[in-house]
């Protein structure tokens, strides 16, 4: 649920603009393509509009859907908040959606005075009430307040990490004060840092062997650790993204182990951490120990009885164990996963790279949720350009990624494909063993860091030749 002014949601402070509608439902078709399509409309229209009951088939789905589209349009906040919410709910479940900045472009695009911050919805156009402009929840005044749910504290090499570990958690509704967002030029960093540590109700460790050297970081987390020095209220969680070994009195604090996770499986080992809850399992574990088997005795003296033999004692283990095949799902889930964390990665070392050569510029341009672009600037020249998407090349679950200018939908220079057999992972089909990583990889089975590392450095790659 976004946080915007109360009185919204009773009163509509206008409507929203009939472009936005006709984005967002062109958003709804390209979301239905990944699964259940009328699930996903039925899902849609519940959002939009709680009082209308299931349609009867798909066709009149959409229909319904167009009808629950236009009513809401008639409150803009509650239009934006419903299509935001349902779209968090798809991506949850692996379904890929538009994300916030693709969002608030189409909300610019039209004029619709509103501009997604999450957790906040706020009024672009001086004309709706400004956000709390009536009284608010306690949780929102807590917001203003300055007082935030989480402080990320983390390295300038863990830039990337802390910034998606922000993301997610706003993502799901807490607020957050990190760094890379909060401190604006002009501020005081020192002063801001030691604010920030003291008024958030928990501080986050990005744990990695650069932030154990750093000299900065210690009195960020000695705040938290002495308001809870037992461990009590977690007010510490060390979230450990590269291995290492934490010294003194952060080795009696239980971590988050995110290390090598592909982001799926990172995403839910955070919020499961994060949770305060008992982590106990919602099914019974199976049995860890060996099944006894009680040796039979035979009877020294004479036989009496004819004995029949006991077909019904069964060996502890019959069959070895049977791999199973990954479901259609899985596959499409882990293609998905695949190309988020090549985003990540591209994204991360476009930000890097421009920061550590005052010669180079970059730009990203995200298409849609599975389509990006990535540039890179020599002295103000174009020299490494590349489209990287899903879904191409006949085939939904192919990662294709294009270099040059011109780029077409039925050409590319590398496709990822899902490897044969039962392991999840890529096989990149148009190797040519120009590169290093060609020959340290096996490029028939890649994990999706490793396949991020190699499109990566194709990408970079005519730098070397400057």
């Given amino acids: 649920m976004l946080n915007f002014n109360g009185a919204w949601r009773f009163s509509s402070p206008g409507p929203i603009p009939n472009g936005v509608v006709g984005d967002f439902r062109s958003f709804i078709e390209k979301i239905t393509v990944q699964g259940d399509a009328k699930q996903i409309v039925e899902r849609f229209k519940a959002a939009f509009s709680s009082d209308m009951g299931r349609s009867s088939d798909l066709s009149w789905a959409w229909t319904d859907l167009d009808t629950s589209m236009k009513s809401a349009a008639e409150n803009a906040p509650v239009f934006i908040e419903a299509f935001l919410s349902c ?183 955070l919020l499961d951490g994060i949770n305060q809850k008992r982590a106990k399992p919602s099914v019974r574990p199976p049995f860890p120990g060996a099944v006894v088997q009680v040796p039979h005795k035979d009877f020294p003296g004479p036989s009496t009885v004819a004995t029949k033999p006991d077909f019904t004692r069964q060996p502890a283990i019959l069959i070895p164990t049977l791999k199973l095949a990954p479901t259609d ?29 005052s010669r180079i510029e970059t730009d990203f341009q995200l298409t849609t949720a599975t389509d990006f672009r990535a540039e890179l600037f020599l002295d103000g020249k174009s020299t490494c350009i590349a489209r990287v998407w899903m879904g191409g090349m006949h085939s939904d679950n192919n990662i294709c990624y294009s270099e040059g200018r011109q780029f077409s939908p039925d050409s590319c220079n590398e496709i990822l494909a899902l490897s044969q057999g039962n392991e999840l992972q890529f096989h990149a089909l148009m190797t040519m063993g120009m590169l290093a990583e060609e020959n340290l990889l096996d490029m028939k089975h890649l994990s999706a860091d490793q396949a991020a590392a190699y499109l990566w450095q194709r990408f970079v790659s005519p730098l070397g030749r400057q």
């Fill in 329 to 357: 799902m899985d596959k499409r889930r882990f293609v998905r996963e695949g190309f988020s964390r090549i985003k990540a990665v591209f994204e991360a070392n476009l930000r890097a790279v421009s920061q550590q050569e």
């Fill in 87 to 269: 779209c968090a709910d798809l991506e949850r479940v692996g379904i890929a959606v538009p994300d916030t900045k693709l969002i608030n472009s189409v909300l610019a695009k039209h004029d619709a005075g509103y501009e997604i911050r999450l957790p906040d919805l706020v009024a672009t156009d001086g004309d709706a009430p400004a956000l709390g402009a009536t009284s608010a929840a306690p949780e929102s005044n807590l917001r203003e307040k300055g007082v935030k749910d989480f402080f990320i504290s983390y390295t300038h090499a863990d830039k990337a990490w802390a910034e998606w570990v922000g993301y997610v958690l706003e993502e799901e509704g807490f607020s957050v004060v990190i760094q890379a967002w909060d401190f604006r030029p002009g501020s005081n960093f020192v002063l801001a840092m030691q604010e920030a540590a003291d008024k958030a109700e928990r501080t986050l460790m990005v744990l990695s062997p650069d932030y154990l050297k750093s000299q900065f970081t210690s009195p960020e987390w000695a705040s938290a650790f002495g308001r809870d020095p037992q461990g009590r209220e977690m007010k510490l969680l060390p979230l450990m993204v590269r291995d290492c070994q934490p010294p003194g009195l952060l080795t009696t604090i239980v971590q988050i182990r995110i290390v090598g996770m592909g982001e799926g499986s990172a995403r839910k080992a």
